[in-house]
Structure formats: structure tokens, C-alpha cells
């Protein structure tokens, strides 16, 4: 890290944790962007993205959803295989609980632009990518104060601090029954930095002129 140039972390988050001075950094996100258009009606209260169930805290979050959830409510996991969730607090009768396995991309945005609550109780976030894409695909996020460079937390403590912390229950009560007003177009507001074309003008006008002047 000392002897490199530049560094390119993707959030102030990461950049902190690396203890360099940020004059050898420049911070460049992941772009996110909206899927397609939002739906006027979502028929999923809630989804988690658990490819690494343990890391991303897929037994809390259950712990959770069979406390609050009510008839009719369901609870999507996507992005793990049903046989890997051994140890994770699953068992296959879960009530109101679904999980769809291995999903493509496309296939999993679009479930996300079907639910209303985005909910992840990670023991260590270190970006956040599948929450940046929840919330710019109209998700509210439920989350847990994770420590990590966790770029999505700050966004998702501004936007509403009731879905913040570690009463997991109590955030998706309040998110389900309760949303804030303007939540979603508040959070693609918020995520202005993230969008491709703010990455675009990061690149063209310090990226570019910093690698070129290196290479003089």
C-alpha cells in the first residue's frame, strides 16, 4: 500500500480502514443503478440476498421474521442454495418464508423491484453493494448497525433511523406498517454518488488526470 501511486477504495469507509493519507486516493464507487421501472404495487414484504448466510447474518433475520411477521407476509431469501443454509436457523417449513435459490441477476433485481423491505443483519459489511442496489430499486432498509466500511449504513441511518440497529423486529414492524414519507425518492437522491455518471465525471476529471500525470 506505502508504495503505491494511487489507491482507488471503493468508499470513505474502506479508505479509513486503510489508514493511508488521502492525498494517494481517490474514492470510486461501485456504480449502482435502478433495474427498470418501480412497480406501483409490491406483493413481497421482504427479501434478504444470503450467498454467505453466516457473514450475512441470515439467522438473525430469521430470528426476526418469525417474531413480527403476520398471515400472509412472506420473507424471500435469495442468492444461496436451500441445501447451504444448514446452521443458518432455517428449517424447510418456515412459515412465510421463501427461498429461490440461485438466481441470475436479472431475475434477482427483479424481485427486488417486487419488495417492499430490504432486510440484512451482516456480522461485517464491508460495501454493501446488494443494499445500494435494494434501495435503488425502491426498498426500504432494514439493517443492523454492522461495523465494517459499510457505505450503505450512513444512507440507510439518514433516510430512516428506525430501520438502524440491532431490534431487527421492531425495524420491519416500522418499515411495513410505518414507512417514512418519500422514502424512495429520498434514497435516489442519496445515492447521487453512486449513479454511473457521477462515476463517469469522477473518472474523466480526477482519475484520468492523476494517471496521466503520473505516467508524464
Not at 442454495?81 to 441477476?105: I, N, S
Not at 418499515?175 to 418519500?182: G, K, Q, R, V, W
Not at 424512495?184 to 482519475?207: N, S
Request: charged content about 25%; glycine content about 10%; hydrophobic content about 45%.
Amino acid at each position: 500500500m506505502g508504495r503505491t501511486s494511487l489507491l482507488l477504495p471503493w468508499s470513505t469507509g474502506g479508505l479509513a480502514e486503510l489508514g493511508v493519507r488521502a492525498a494517494h486516493a481517490l474514492v470510486l464507487p461501485v456504480p449502482v443503478e435502478p433495474s427498470g421501472s418501480p412497480l406501483a404495487e409490491r406483493d413481497i414484504a421482504a427479501i434478504t440476498y444470503a450467498a454467505n448466510p453466516v457473514k450475512k447474518g441470515l439467522g438473525r433475520v430469521l430470528a426476526a421474521w418469525r417474531q413480527v411477521h403476520r398471515p400472509g407476509e412472506e420473507l424471500v431469501v435469495a442468492g444461496v442454495d436451500p441445501r447451504d443454509l444448514t446452521g443458518a436457523g432455517f428449517v424447510p417449513a418456515d412459515d412465510g418464508v421463501r427461498v429461490t435459490g440461485l438466481l441470475a441477476p436479472d431475475a434477482y433485481r427483479a424481485l427486488l423491484r417486487r419488495a417492499r423491505v430490504f432486510v440484512t443483519a451482516p456480522r461485517r459489511e464491508d460495501y454493501g453493494m446488494a443494499q445500494l442496489e435494494a434501495l435503488a430499486d425502491g426498498c426500504l432498509l432494514v439493517t443492523s448497525s454492522a461495523p465494517g466500511p459499510y457505505a450503505a449504513l450512513p444512507i440507510a441511518r439518514e433516510l430512516d433511523p428506525r430501520l438502524v440497529g440491532d431490534d431487527l423486529g421492531a425495524a420491519l414492524r416500522a418499515a411495513l406498517d410505518e414507512p417514512a414519507a418519500d422514502y424512495c425518492a429520498r434514497a435516489l437522491r442519496a445515492l447521487g454518488p453512486f449513479r454511473r455518471a457521477a462515476i463517469d465525471r469522477v473518472v474523466a476529471q480526477e482519475l484520468l488526470p492523476r494517471l496521466l500525470a503520473h505516467g508524464r
